[in-house]
Structures are given as C-alpha cells and as structure tokens.
C-alpha cells in the first residue's frame, strides 16, 4: 500500500491553518481571548440518508450496470438537495446567532480523498467545537457517525436540528434504526455499523431516569467556556470528582478533601466558596451555601450533605455585587437581576428583568460593552452571571454555571420594569435603552451610573448639536428631580445630586441618583406626553416648544396640528406593539417624534390565555412551595389536568422547569 504524498498532508495543515485564522479574525472583532472552543459544527449527510433510500428504491437500483446515469441521478436527487438543506438551516442559524458556524459541505478538495475530509474534520472538532448539530439522516452517514462517536468521547455537545439533546442512549437507537433500514433495502452501511460496535463495547449504557450531574455538565462546559473554579465530591465517600482550579491541571488529582479546598480558597479572589448539593435524580431545589471562607465550615458541610446522599459542588465565591447581573436564558426568554446568583429566578418576587432573548443580549451587550457568551446553546436551560471585570476559570466577562438540555416551546413575553435591573440603571435609562432596542427614535445618550459600571451609550443622533445633562433616579419621581441644559460634570451631579433640589418638603422622599444622563437635545417643536394603553383610546397631549412648563403643570396643553397628533399616535401604535402598555414623553422636531422618557404601565396580565381543552386547576405558589407544587404537578400529570399558578414566580423558576419535566400544562398568574 503507498503512503499518501507530502501534498495532501500540506493541503490539510494550510486548510486548517486557514480555518483557524477565520476564527481568531472572528474572536479579536469582538475582543475576546483565544483558546476556547466556540464554534457550531453542522454535521450532514452529502451522499447518503433518506434521500438517498428514497432514490435508491426508486430509481437507483435500476442504474447500477451505468455509472454515469447513477452519479447524474445521485447527484440531482441526493447531493444537492442535501447541499440545499444544510445551506438553508445554517444560512438562518447565522442571523440568529453570533457565534462561527462551520458548515463542511461547503469544502471542496479535489486531492483529498474521503479519509482525508475525516481526519481534518475530526481535528476541527476536537481543537474548536463545541456543539455539533447533525443534521436529520445523519446517522447513514459515515462522516457523520465518525463526528458523533468523536464527539461523544470528547463531551461535545450534540443536538439534532430541532435542537434536541442526543444522548448515547439515542444516538445508539437512531444508528440502529439506520442500519436495520438500509439492510431492507439490500444494502449495508459499513461506517455507521461499526460506530455502532465501537460505541456499544466501549461505552457502559445505562438508561436511567433523567438523571442529571451537574458537576460533570460544569466539566463539560469548562472545555467550551467560562466556569467559575470549582472541585465536586460524590455523596458519602465524599471522592473528588472534577475540578478546575488555577495553578492546577484540568481534574487535578488531589490528595484530600482539605487539600482541594483549600487550594480553591486560596485561588479564589473573594477567598471564600459556596457549596452547591444536588441529586442527579432530582437536581432542583437542593440546599444551597454561601459565603464560606474556612476548610473546617466547608468540611462539615460537606460531610453534612454527604450523609443525605447528595453530590456536592464547591465554588469560587465570584462577587454579586459588583454591578454585574445573575439570570437564567431559556425558551427564547433571559431573565436576570443584579446582586443575585442565578437561583433568582426561584426566588417569589425577585423581581427580575423579564425580557425576549434577543432583546435582553443586545441591552446587556450594551451596558457591559461586549456581547455575553450565551448564544450556541439553544434548546438548552443555561444558568449565567455577566460582570463588569474579567472573572472565573478563563477569565472572562460571562461565567457559565449549568447547562441543560431542555427544549421548549418559546414564551410569549413583553418586556415588564420596574425591576431590580432598572432600578440599578435608573428606569428613565431602562424604558430608553428598550425603545432603542425596538427601534424607536430615541436621542443619542450616555450614561453614566453610581455603581461599578463603565459609561454606555446608545441612541442616534438627533443632529442638534445641543445636549441636556438628565438625572435618573432608581425609580420615576416625577418632576422632582432636574435636567439642566448644557454639559454638567455627571460624576458630580450624581455626588452632589442635592445641591440641585434646593428646600424639599420633609415628606418628599429623597434617594441617591441612580445615573445621569448626557443627551443629545432636540429641536423642538412641539412637545407632550402619550399615553398607549392596552385597551384604551390612545392619549396625546402637548404644546409648542420644549414643554417643560407643561410637564411641570405650570402650563396647559394646546391644541396640536393634526400631523403633530397624528405623528405622535402612530409613534403610540408602535410603542405598544414592541414594549406594551407604556406612557412617553415626545419631543417632534418636525418630521420625528424623538421618545425622552418612556414608562410601563402596570397592568396585571398572564404569561398566554389558557388552553381551553384543558382543565385548570389553582396552584397560590409562596416561598418555600416547591415540593408542594411538584406534589401537584405530579397530581395534574396523572388526571391530564393543568395548572394555573398564582404568585410572583418566574416561568424560567425550577417551578416552570418541574412542569416541563412532568409535561404538565402550566400557566403563570402575576400578581403585582
């Protein structure tokens, strides 16, 4: 057998040097490290699945004896359509993500031979992904199987392309299904078959009830991104199971429980952990430690869990309060709040920020200055922590804390505030950055915070040249705090917020500044304030000019032309379509109505009206209710009824989470 020549070994190492180059292009434009594997690899069948038994049945048996006729039919009916579909998927997955998607199709080597595109593929893999989608029929395919059987060794993340988690225990029956039907067409698959041996004798499979390790998620996801630094112990042995601490090797070998833990105090900049227990039968709502800063307290803890048979997580305590935010992102929806971990979703009443996916990265993108790493991982339940500073075992920006797999439908949600992240920002800030994000006009803004924040901007520019300097407290206090014309030093303002209140009634309630606001102004025509209800008339109201007087109630509102009217009503129309019910204040300059301040109205509304083919039952969800609710949930599973839960509790809580396990119905009832 000849060996290959040196030409095929340098096609392959400039092809992957190119590769690479792409993706550290891709990784410096958006000032991240190097070194963590980030991409989505699409894993498809070219020339076999579906498609090709289909043409076989058909057609493709019969030119066998002409080569030619064959490939022309292969080629029609088989390559190209399967070209087509992976084009389309990943052409919508790039609009929807901002994450490097490889799509192997596309890569054309006339030199290379099939074992070729294997090895090279493989090793792209191996050095740079960290999910892989395959593609429907991926499992009669032999590059395909090779890419699964790699991934499933390395940890890689698989999903099907409805985002569906595969596991071994599927990936197992889906190969099998594949051979078994090829067979009855008279052929075989000798790639997939052999992946098939390979991954039944050497992997033990066990198929279990959902059990989930979220220590072995963490030693996952520390391959593919940001961890905080961590050590686990198995129940009752109290064995050292992962770790990733700094100065150490990946899954360092420990001698001792104390040793562990104390290396991770010592690399832990707070120089305390929390302990995290879980059971992988039931991984919700299992007790939960903080703070900790001696080897003896986390000891006894640790031995304390053990004896209830719980796994046992150890973490770098990573600052809450250092202007950063903790949250959950699932089903097209994040959910977040400041000084919190991500449990806070749990928590009845936290008040969080309730946004769409999307709308919630792109804020958060704009109040850090750099996008959080959160995308790449649909269909799944991904607990987060975005900070100002660099932190965690890579030092970055977002910090991942657990993935799961838990496909869903998406919710329906509008934005909702005040919350606690629009109190940190101040809700004049909040109700802006959202208008902007929706593409309302609103001026060109930079802020500045009283918390551990760098100044952010967002907003167009009204082309004024003139600028206001506008205070932004916590939450409205309407015609109570200033804005002055011109530039004002807003790190003083905000220090020296009170020297513009001048005498204040002893029963005006005063509170610091939450940020200020340098704003482009705008020339001015007309001015007033509209209110977009759900269900009610629209309301304008205004004057000629800036408005000021009329805001403050020294002036009445006038008569506006009806252009003016009609203007600022369609700018209510799509407020109300894009944020909800909201009240604004305009400023028109003559052919835009600019929003200046933009407020939600509170209303009490649900998550979805009921499905009227199921019968409801009333869940009133309080602190501390969850296994009463799960009691329930299992009630409502076994009488096909559904539940509408009453209280301050998050669709995105372990409480939503246990209703998609049970496959329950459930409806959210928010009270205000």
């Known amino acids: 057998m000849t060996s290959k020549p040196d030409s095929s070994r340098i096609d392959l190492d400039s092809t992957l040097a190119s590769l690479e180059s792409e993706l550290e292009r891709w990784e410096k434009a958006r000032g991240l490290g190097e070194g963590l594997p980030r991409a989505i690899y699409v894993s498809t069948p070219i020339t076999s699945g579906p498609r090709f038994l289909t043409w076989y049945s058909r057609e493709g048996r019969n030119l066998r004896g002409d080569k030619a006729a064959y490939w022309r039919g292969m080629r029609a009916d088989v390559i190209l359509p399967n070209r087509q579909a992976a084009g389309n998927f990943i052409e919508t997955l790039r609009w929807q993500i901002d ?48 890419e699964l059987e790699h991934a499933m060794h390395r940890q890689i993340d698989c999903v099907d392309q409805d985002f569906n988690p595969i596991d071994l225990s599927r990936a197992l ?19 997939p078959a052999a992946v098939l ?31 905080a630094q961590f050590v686990s112990f198995a129940p009752r042995s109290l064995e050292i199971r992962f770790s990733r601490i700094a100065g150490h090797s990946a899954n360092f070998h420990f001698d001792s429980l104390r040793s562990a833990v104390s290396a991770l105090l010592s690399n832990s900049p707070e120089g305390m952990v929390n302990i995290r227990s879980f059971d992988p039968a039931r991984p919700e709502g299992n007790p939960f430690h903080r703070d900790l800063c001696t080897i003896d307290e986390v000891e006894t803890i640790l031995l304390s869990l053990s004896r209830q048979g719980l796994y046992t997580i150890v973490n770098e305590r990573i600052d809450i309060g250092d202007g950063g935010v903790s949250g959950v992102a699932h089903r097209d929806v994040i959910e977040f709040a400041p000084d919190a971990t991500p449990r806070v979703v749990d928590e009845p009443g936290a008040d969080t920020a309730y946004l769409p996916f999307q709308t919630g990265m792109r804020l958060l993108e704009i109040v850090y200055g750099g996008r959080p790493e959160l995308e790449g991982f649909e269909g799944a339940r991904v607990e987060f922590s975005v900070h100002p500073r660099p932190c965690g075992w ?24 005040p919350n606690r992240f629009s ?13 902007h994000l929706e593409g309302l006009p609103v001026p060109r803004t930079l802020v500045y915070t009283n918390r551990n924040l760098f100044p952010f901007c967002f907003g167009r520019s009204t082309g004024s040249g003139e600028k206001w300097t506008r205070t932004a407290p916590a939450t409205k206090v309407p015609g109570f705090y200033p804005s002055v ?42 001015s007033g304030r509209a209110l977009a209800p759900e269900n009610r008339t629209w309301e304008v109201a205004g004057v000629a000019g800036t408005g000021e007087e009329f805001m403050l109630g020294n002036m009445p509102a006038s008569r506006l032309p009806a252009d003016v009217e009609r203007a600022v009503l369609d700018s209510a129309k799509l407020a109300l379509g894009r944020l909800g019910p909201v009240s604004f204040e305009w400023v028109f300059d003559g052919s835009a109505v600019w929003f200046v301040q933009v407020n939600a109205i509170k209303q009490t509304r649900a998550q979805k009206p009921p499905d009227k083919s199921v019968e409801w039952q009333p869940f009133y969800f309080e602190s501390g209710r969850i296994e009463s609710f799960r009691a329930a949930a299992k ?35 928010k009270h205000e």
């Open 197 to 227: 041996g390979r991954l039944r004798r050497s992997l033990d499979v066990k198929v279990e009830e959902r059990l989930l390790y979220k220590d072995q998620v963490l030693d996952q996801l520390a391959r593919s991104a940001n961890v």
């Open 394 to 417: 890579n030092r970055m920006n977002t910090v991942i804390w657990q993935v799961e797999q838990r496909p869903g439908s998406p919710l329906e949600v509008r934005p909702r505030w």
């Open 485 to 526: 014309r011109g530039w004002y030093d807003p790190y003083r303002m905000l220090t020296d917020w009170r020297d513009f209140l001048g005498e204040t009634p002893d029963s005006t309630p005063v509170a610091p500044l939450a940020s200020v606001l340098v704003q482009e102004g705008v020339d001015a025509r007309y």
């Open 635 to 669: 009630i409502a599973r076994s009488t096909g009824k559904g539940l509408i839960v009453y209280g301050n509790v998050s669709p995105l809580s372990h409480v939503g989470e246990i209703a998609e396990v049970l496959g329950v119905p459930v409806y959210f009832v």
């Open 99 to 146: 994450t490097p998607i490889i799509d192997p199709s596309v890569l054309d080597i006339p030199t290379w031979e099939q074992e070729d595109y294997h090895r090279f593929w493989l090793t792209v893999l191996e050095r740079h992904v960290r999910r892989i989608i395959f593609m429907d029929g991926w499992a009669y395919s032999t590059g395909c199987s090779l």
């Open 423 to 435: 109190r940190l920002l101040g809700d004049k800030v909040f109700g802006l950055l959202l208008a």
């Open 173 to 191: 029956a889906m190969l099998a299904d594949a051979v078994l039907t090829t067979e009855a067409e008279g052929l075989s698959l000798e790639g």
